[in-house]
């Protein structure tokens, strides 16, 4: 977790695997993608005033897509989705996401493409995640880091790594 905020030190290795319901379930009613009791409407309108206040002290790059409420909107349609079925599911995907893999990852096929998209500016998940995995595939692996935080690393090259996934899933 080298190069990660605090919480996401803590929260990965440790947080998920040990987080009760009732935790995940208070931070995500602080959170205006998380209260799902309100329609989208309310909810886009409580991260917009969000994003504002956020805009003081976020990075320069993510400062665009903080104010681009088709990016808000979005983001509370994927939330909405991802509880719609309760905090439940989120947190048992954190605790897969922490749990050590039941595979070595250099072991992956070779015919599998793998790439890897990480930014420099990155503090969820930072780019040494990204280095250590290509090192572990000794090369086989597309491996891209750009000067980028999470946020615009995701915005910024959203079409071109959705373009590379298909084209791998075609067989190209």
């Excluded at 320069?60 to 309760?86: C, S, Y």
Aim: glycine share 10%; charged share 20%.
């Amino acid at each position: 977790m080298q190069g990660a905020q605090f919480t996401n030190r803590l929260g990965f290795p440790y947080g998920f695997l040990y987080c009760p319901y009732w935790l995940a379930y208070l931070y995500w009613q602080l959170q205006p993608t998380g209260k799902i009791g309100l329609t989208d409407d309310q909810r886009l309108e409580l991260l917009l005033q969000a994003n504002q206040k956020a805009m003081a002290s976020a990075p320069k790059k993510d400062l665009p897509f903080l104010v681009d409420e088709g990016f808000a909107r979005f983001q509370i349609r994927t939330h909405g989705q991802t509880f719609v079925n309760g905090y439940g599911p989120w947190l048992q995907d954190g605790v897969v996401l922490c749990t050590p893999f039941e595979f070595k990852v250099e072991n992956i096929r070779e015919d599998l493409p793998v790439h890897l998209w990480y930014g420099k500016q990155d503090v969820n998940v930072p780019a040494n995640h990204g280095i250590q995995t290509a090192a572990l595939l000794g090369g086989r692996a597309y491996l891209r880091v750009e000067d980028e935080t999470h946020g615009s690393m995701e915005v910024n090259y959203m079409e071109e790594y959705l373009r590379k996934a298909v084209k791998c899933f075609e067989g190209e």
